[in-house]
Nanobody, 130 residues
């Protein structure tokens, strides 16, 4: 099971930028997907961005052109660069490892986990003020 720790959240004004980091234990399987999702209190979980082991990515429509997901495999770190932040981006952001044989869903920044083995960290709070 992959252990994940998110960091980099904070409070910024609209139009600002943040870079979230997710330090994780080494992924030992070749086919995998990792993602960032967000969930505000009382709201449903929302996919933000996902990346697979080949570096292919998908994004939620609401963040396309503003957010970039990337992975440094040597450092076992997943990133989410967030630019032009908006108040509606305010939420708790979580890093997810979707487990072995997981793949990108066609759209929306989600991973598909065939064995339902997803794990995620404790989250990092992002607050954007207008």
């Amino acid at each position: 099971q992959v252990h994940l720790v998110e960091s980099g959240g904070g409070s910024v004004q609209a139009g600002g930028s943040l870079r979230l980091s997710c330090s994780h234990s080494r992924v030992t399987y070749d086919t995998y997907c990792m993602s960032w999702f967000r969930q505000a209190p009382g709201e449903e979980r929302e996919g933000v961005a996902a990346i697979d082991g080949d570096g292919d990515t998908t994004y939620a429509d609401s963040v396309k052109g503003r957010f970039t997901i990337s992975e440094d495999k040597a450092e076992n770190t997943l990133y989410l660069q967030m630019n032009d932040l908006k108040p509606e981006d305010s939420s708790m952001y979580y890093c997810e490892a979707a487990g072995p044989q997981s793949t990108l869903r066609a759209a929306g920044g989600y991973c598909y986990s065939p064995f339902e083995t997803s794990t995620w960290g404790q989250g990092t709070q992002v607050t954007v003020s207008s």
